[in-house]
């Protein structure tokens, strides 16, 4: 099978061209399962009604979430009541919706986990412990975990913590996509950042102009998404169902 992850959709010019492109790139790569980080889909950041019907609808089969999973109002509502939209599975357990989730597509069922990552992010449950925990239960041929955070030290840690139990480890969160994808020595396909799907001339998806200002006068600045060109990342997991294991990783980026 071949699994498509999308890194963050960053913005209006991030959603437009997945919605552009995912069609093509599904025929393209016989795509069989899409996961697409929508945690700064909206202006703002977060994710509302508008934006995660537009993304479901266009072509993802799974949106997961990050440190900006509340940052708009509707999402508790999502959350609630949408079981393919997750948040991170370490937040406390009163936290509104879902973490986890196991798709049946065909005769296979394919488990996605959400995590956020706790260096330099506010205060959130322990991701090792939480994924541990969720393994025992989760029944699922294939499991993709989303480790959405900041440093490549914790994403690695991550890695080797779950190689030979899941099918895949991939991060999500800095916007930069990392060349390191390669299938560990258990069998788990792994990548530090999957990069973002946003406009190409601006800071992480951010104007320039206004990172520029901040780092030069040390001054505050209200993040405001750039718009124009943008481009496409992520990462095509081929995978053995019948195992578990992935057999190849392969970067995607397009514009």
């Avoid at 609630?80 to 936290?95: C, G, Q, S, V, Y």
């Avoid at 899941?166 to 299938?183: I, L, P, R, S």
Wanted: proline share 3%; glycine share 10%.
């Amino acid at each position: 099978m071949h699994i498509l992850a999308i890194g963050d959709i960053v913005g209006d010019s991030g959603t437009e061209l997945f919605l552009e492109k995912i069609d093509e790139l599904k025929q393209r790569y016989q795509v069989d399962f899409c996961i697409v980080n929508g945690e700064n889909a909206c202006t703002g950041n977060g994710i509302n009604r508008h934006k995660a019907e537009l993304l479901l609808d266009g072509g993802a089969d799974v949106l997961t979430l990050g440190n900006h999973t509340f940052r708009q109002k509707e999402a508790t509502a999502l959350l609630a009541h949408n079981d393919k939209i997750l948040r991170p599975l370490n937040f406390p357990p009163e936290t509104v919706g879902k973490g986890a989730a196991v798709y049946q597509v065909g005769d296979v069922r394919i488990g996605v986990i959400n995590l956020l990552g706790r260096v330099h992010m506010d205060p959130v449950d322990c991701p090792y412990r939480a994924v541990d925990a969720a393994l025992k239960t989760m029944k699922a041929d294939l499991i993709f975990v989303d480790f959405h955070a900041e440093t490549t030290s914790e994403k690695v840690s991550m890695g080797w913590h779950l190689d030979g139990r899941v099918t895949a480890v991939f991060g999500t969160h800095t916007h930069v996509q990392t060349a390191d994808e390669w299938v560990l020595p258990g069998g788990t396909g792994y990548i530090t950042d999957l990069g973002m799907t946003g406009p190409i001339y601006s800071c992480l998806g951010v104007k320039k102009e206004i990172t520029l200002e901040r780092f030069i006068t040390a001054m505050p600045r209200r993040f405001e998404f750039a718009d124009g060109k943008a481009k496409l990342c992520g990462a095509l997991f081929c995978v053995d169902e019948k195992t578990g294991k992935t057999q190849s990783v392969e970067r995607v980026c397009e514009v």
